[in-house]
């Protein structure tokens, strides 16, 4: 049995992770038609691929998003009526949204239209639609597609130029009946396949008073992935949103940038459990209000962001934009905003693109690892239930009850069917637990409660409380009228009296199984099915007993008696209770920045713990409930010598490593100890003198490892040595990243065949340092301004995806070894992808 289960400690989650896949089901045309002199009908036509479907203007905001015209505003021409929507519709509950009705057309074309009055044509409208789309299994993030109609350069139908790809028959249908038509705009830089885009920017812009307006920034962000507050911290949690402006005497900036939306706070299991301030839905709304001083002089500058979900974060983005102030329609949007008026850079190396898809080698292929967490929940669950059962609220019921089903029933069959019914009575009234707690609260708020300081902090004071019940100073028990109740109940026989037999067992061994369950339950609320699956898991346990043993009688002579050793049971949970609620204190502790369980901290309290759990097993003190040891059994004293060992081991947790100059993170301690490098007393290591006067970017990386944090000078040193590379795509705020290097690089044959075969890259796409001038990617259009702007761009327009990490081994000529490497566990196949590429390199020279 390992002992983090008894811990109720699991750090759930998978190791999910490739190239991704867009999709891209919907295509978008713009035609306008002039219908007077000075009218016009703006037409949207939207094609859906088979299966897919889109949502009216009108459906549920409960379900679906629905689609949505924004134009921006202007002198020039004003909105008659709303926009109107015609199609093939389909209206009732869809199963997708929990069976909300919605409102979605199912088959193509589907158009919208907006009349409008013009009063000056030479000005283009312009604006954005947004939309969802979805088929029968899942649904695409909203999607935003910009528009601009150029009334005054209308051209024929068959000119139309689609939003997205070239005309559709649906588009020559519009064109059949529209006798003049605009240029459609675009605004989309297309970007390599395999990126990840989560996030959607768009802009707006409000005049408050005469030189006053309100700059909007929103965010729309696809499902099960966050955007960083600008507020949070960047030292050991994600980087902060950011909005940069380019700097002039047209503009001043009146007060600080304001933020709007659904916000949650606390420490976040990607970076080591540092507090992170972040928006888990959209959409999310920056406002900052300038001062115009030159309304002609455009404002512009970029927004820089990363995004999260529960596994990774991508390399920061930066988003272009021009606020036009002396023309209301002219709010430029995206990457077409950026003027190229600085050096440019091409990163792009036409080798590695070569031998990125076909590596120089065959070996090293990764297959991705997909984790499951339910059944380790489930297990935590069960182990939770063996554990009750010892308990002496539970374990006499056993022989009593089973007495019950066997001796009161000449028909022995009857008598198991019974203790069967009673077994299943029993999952159900816990299963109904879990799902109850799951109703109430929701899958996402008991994840945030699970994660809040609030919350981490009472929980702390719950299961000190807990302890000292289980240590014998006071009984937690509800109320006598409940098990009154349904012990009456239970008397009156026939299935519903073995039911609240079951229930009635339930409320009278609360005192013992109630701490158990609410631990068990505070673990596993990081999943939606996590309170169900727990929840079976224990009930199972505690069921099979009963079953078992009303199946086969004489088994409950092998029973050990009820006696003093139950009482020490609860003791020994006491300590591990108190051990846990240190666990939540360390929470609480990093995110209110107290500073008073650091590492070295906290795993003292723990030594101090269970060599108290020690001392107790031994027999060196006694609490108030337990009677005089007269002398040691050897069960006891087989667990205490187990508590002794355990001890032993947590003292380990101090020693440190030579070759990393850290401590030596014991595995068992994984997740629930606080980060190592929250620590008071160690130094920082020291670098090779000689390399860095050569090649600055050298220091020393993850365990001790000499690296470098510029690829040109890697490469040039690895030139030098005659070694291949391994290039190491990483991030300061990337927990898969810490993962590999605090469990996989600290295997002595991953550490020593990177040290001494190898020459290591490190490139950090969230390294904050500015560049000494702000340069643009040429293949990208994007402006860079920080040293992990341009590792990031390296990464994409090499590599054409920029999830984290990646390993990738090239030779010092810049070819691709094999084929690269993600986030996955193993010691032995990260070691046998270093031979991989090792051999193909050495075999190629």
């Known amino acids: 049995m390992r002992f983090k289960f008894l811990l109720w400690i699991l750090l759930l989650g998978t190791s999910l992770h490739g190239q991704g896949q867009i999709y891209e089901p919907v295509t978008w045309e713009m035609t306008s038609k002039q219908v007077s002199a000075n009218e016009y009908d703006l037409i949207f036509t939207a094609t859906m691929e088979d299966g897919w479907t889109i949502y009216s203007q009108f459906t549920d905001d409960n379900g679906p998003v629905p689609t949505y015209f924004e134009f921006d505003t202007g002198t020039h021409f004003t909105l008659q009526g709303q926009v109107s929507e015609k199609g093939k519709k389909k209206e009732g509950p869809d199963p997708l949204f929990d069976n909300v009705v919605v409102i979605k057309y199912v088959k193509s074309p589907v158009l919208f239209m907006q009349r409008v009055q013009v009063s000056d044509a030479s000005k283009p409208i312009t604006g954005y639609l947004e939309f969802m789309t979805c088929d029968n299994e899942r649904c695409l993030p909203p999607t935003s597609v910009d528009f601009s109609f150029d009334l005054a350069k209308a051209k024929k139908a068959e000119e139309t130029v689609a939003a997205d790809t070239p005309p559709t028959p649906a588009a020559e249908k519009i064109q059949e009946e529209a006798p003049e038509e605009t240029s459609i705009v675009l605004d989309e830089t297309p970007e390599p396949s395999g990126i990840l885009q989560p996030v959607q920017w768009s802009f707006a812009k409000k005049e408050l008073e005469e030189n006053l307006y309100e700059l909007s920034f929103t965010a729309q962000i696809d499902e099960g992935w966050t955007l960083p507050s600008q507020h949070t911290s960047m030292d050991d949690g994600p980087l902060p949103t950011t909005v940069y402006f380019d700097e002039g005497p047209h503009f001043e900036l009146v007060g600080e940038m304001a933020e709007e939306g659904k916000k949650k706070e606390g420490p976040d299991p990607l970076f080591n459990n540092a507090i992170v301030i972040k928006f ?191 240590f014998g100073y006071y009984e937690i028990t509800l109320p006598s009228s409940w098990a009154n109740k349904s012990n009456s109940l239970a008397n009156k026989g026939g299935y519903l009296g073995i039911f609240f037999m079951a229930f009635t067992l339930a409320l009278v061994s609360f005192s013992c199984t109630g701490p158990i369950i609410g631990s068990a339950l505070v673990q596993s609320a990081t999943n939606s099915l996590g309170p169900f699956v727990v929840m079976l898991g224990f009930s199972s346990a505690l069921a099979i007993p009963f079953t078992l043993f009303a199946a086969f009688p004489s088994w409950l002579n092998s029973l050990p008696r009820s006696g003093s050793w139950m009482n020490s049971v609860k003791v020994v949970l006491g300590f591990l209770e108190l051990a846990l609620a240190l666990k939540f204190l360390s929470v609480a502790d990093m995110t209110m920045h107290w500073n008073i369980l650091p590492y070295e901290v906290f795993m003292g309290l723990w030594v101090v713990i269970f060599a108290a759990m020690t001392a107790y097993l031994f027999g060196l003190f006694r609490f108030p409930h337990d009677s ?162 341009l590792w990031a761009d390296f990464q994409i327009v090499n590599f054409e995806q920029n999830s984290l990490p990646l390993y990738v081994m090239m030779s010092p000529d810049e070819k691709v070894l094999a084929a690269p490497r993600g986030y996955k566990e193993g010691i032995d196949d990260y070691a046998d992808f270093l031979n991989c590429g090792l051999s193909t390199y050495q075999s190629s020279k």
């Open 280 to 470: 888990v839905e959209g959409p999310v709304v920056f406002k900052q209000k300038v001062k115009v001083l030159d309304p002609n002089t455009p404002i512009t500058g970029e927004v820089e962001f990363t995004s999260c979900d529960d596994e990774r974060c991508l390399t920061p983005q930066l988003e272009a934009f021009s606020f036009q102030l002396n023309d209301a329609n002219t709010v430029a949007i995206g990457n077409a905003a950026a003027p190229i008026d600085g050096n440019t850079i091409d990163q792009t190396i036409e080798t590695i693109r070569a031998t990125y898809t076909t590596p120089v080698g065959d070996c090293g292929v990764e297959d991705v690892a997909r984790g499951n967490s339910l059944p380790w929940t489930f297990l935590l669950g069960f182990l939770g239930g063996l554990v009750a059962l010892l308990t002496p609220c539970v374990f006499p019921m056993i022989p009593l009850t089973v007495s019950f089903f066997t001796k009161g029933n000449e028909d022995r069959s009857k008598g198991i069917r019974d203790a069967l019914i009673y077994g299943l009575s029993i999952i159900v009234i816990y299963v109904a637990i879990g799902l109850i707690i799951t109703g109430v609260f929701g899958a996402t708020a008991l994840n945030q409660l699970s994660t809040n300081w609030v919350a981490n902090t009472l929980f702390f004071l719950i299961f000190v409380f807990f302890a000292f019940s289980f």
């Open 628 to 789: 005089p040891m007269k002398k040691l059994s050897p069960t006891r004293g087989f667990f205490a010598v187990g508590s002794l060992a355990l001890t032993i081991y947590l003292v380990t947790g101090f020693f440190t490593n030579e070759l990393t100059q850290s401590y030596n993170s014991l595995k068992l301690m994984s997740g629930l100890a606080p980060p190592s490098q929250y620590n008071v007393l160690l130094p920082e290591p020291e670098v090779d003198p000689t390399i860095k006067a050569k090649y600055p970017s050298f220091t020393k990386c993850a365990n001790n490892l000499d690296c470098f944090k510029d690829y040109y000078e890697g490469v040039a040193y690895a030139k030098e040595q005659n070694k291949p590379i391994l290039l190491d795509f990483t991030g300061y705020g990337c927990v898969n990243c810490r993962k590999t290097e605090e469990h996989i690089w600290i295997a002595d044959k991953v550490r020593n065949n990177i040290q001494e075969n190898y020459v290591l890259i490190s490139l950090y796409v969230d390294d904050r340092k500015k560049l000494e001038e702000e340069i643009f990617s040429q293949p990208r259009n994007k402006k860079l301004r920080r040293v992990g702007d």
